[in-house]
């Protein structure tokens, strides 16, 4: 369940009484701006006094709430949830008159109009799986659904991490099924930019289609789907099992059901936020990058990887400091002398990929190019 504002009280006043500035350390947008109402010590004053009727809502107030990627790196140097307050500070200020930005504005009008926050049309949203011969789901007929998430699906330069994803689980002998183009939003943008009321709505009509269906496993692409679907389904006591695609075919591989061919290649690994840090899957992506290459790990990694900027609707509000993010991780990974940087998020791929000097390349491409009878393709998406 999320909580209000007001229910985080006595968390805020502890963070107030105690004053230890650990959350700077790792707060990507602080590092980066270094503005104290922008780390969660700030933050939290900012919201305490808001709450205590202190002081009103300003300008400045409403971008300590935006100004944040969501990454939970605060959450790792305290015992507070310091993110959920965040998210219900964004929450509380909605509901008291702030209107939305503008740019997330848009997004909603899209998920609320298509489905997805790209406006793209929903029949978009099945064009990866074409020839793929997968079928749709159906009440009965699949017990595991692979969900493939809005911007993958219907951003063209991304849908090859899907049909590579779909081709290993098939390579492998998995039976699944997509929802095609009836395939939902997971929510995730909704709960991020403080639209929760929505975001409720979208989530008790998903797990009731899931149940319709007969579905006992969700198989996730996109890491915010893993976590809100996770989310969603714990929620309502729905006994459906969600995983990242990472977590399904490391097991394949270590089951000798994909045969990879190795590299010599140095590659190192970008933990996504709502995979790693959020969603506690940090050593199958490693797996499957030491199975294919030689694998080089950042200073930065596991709980510490620093956000590459793209999350909870900063790119879209704030693209100069979202930028800056990006460029500070690709900088961390060219010292570790690898060529290529792996992750397993769309949104880290198209974020890292801003920044020139590194081949960005998906976990599942990846994969797939070293699978035995595959072709390799050192041509793979980079980042310049």
């Known amino acids: 369940m999320t909580n209000s504002l007001e229910e985080f009280k006595d968390e805020l006043e502890t963070c107030f009484g105690t004053s230890c500035g650990f959350c700077e350390r790792g707060c990507p947008v602080y590092q980066s701006a270094k503005v104290k109402t922008l780390c969660m010590k700030g933050r ?154 929505a975001y ?14 007969g579905i006992r496993k969700i198989v996730t692409a996109c890491p915010g789907c893993y976590t809100t679907l996770k989310k969603s389904m714990e929620d309502a006591g729905a006994k459906i099992e969600v995983t990242h695609i990472s977590q399904e075919i490391t097991q394949l591989v270590k089951d000798g059901r994909l045969k990879v061919n190795k590299s010599t290649e140095r590659m190192t690994y970008h933990d996504p936020c709502h995979l790693g840090r959020l969603g506690g899957v940090f050593e199958e992506p490693r797996e499957i990058v030491g199975a294919v290459a030689k694998f080089v790990e950042m200073p930065n990694n596991r709980y510490e990887s620093r956000c590459c900027g793209a999350g909870a609707g900063l790119q879209s509000a704030f693209p100069k400091l979202s930028k800056d993010l990006a460029a500070k991780r690709v900088a961390e990974a060219r010292l570790t002398g690898a060529t290529t940087i792996v992750t397993s998020c769309p949104f880290c791929e198209t974020q890292l990929r801003t920044v020139p000097g590194m081949r960005v390349v998906d976990l599942m491409e990846l994969l797939l190019d070293s699978v035995e009878g595959e072709p390799r393709n050192n041509g793979s998406r980079s980042s310049s």
């Open 44 to 197: 939290n004053r900012t919201m305490l006094g808001l709450i205590q009727g202190k002081f009103e809502i300003t300008p400045a107030v409403v971008q300590a709430a935006f100004e944040c990627t969501l990454c939970g790196n605060c959450d790792r140097w305290c015992a507070l949830k310091n993110t959920e307050h965040t998210r219900a500070f964004r929450e509380y200020l909605l509901k008291h008159g702030v209107e939305p930005m503008k740019e997330h504005s848009s997004i909603l009008a899209s998920i609320k109009s298509y489905g997805n926050p790209w406006f793209q049309p929903r029949s978009a949203r099945n064009r990866w799986a074409k020839g793929l011969n997968i079928p749709k789901a159906a009440p009965g007929k699949q017990e595991v659904l692979f969900f493939a998430g809005c911007t993958s699906a219907v951003t063209k330069q991304l849908n090859r991490s899907l049909v590579a994803s779909a081709r290993l689980l098939q390579k492998a002998g998995v039976s699944f099924a997509t929802m095609g183009q009836d395939e939902p939003c997971c929510g995730s943008t909704l709960l991020r930019v403080g639209q929760t009321d």
């Open 200 to 213: 409720r709505e979208l989530s008790a009509s998903n797990v009731e289609r899931f149940k319709e269906l």
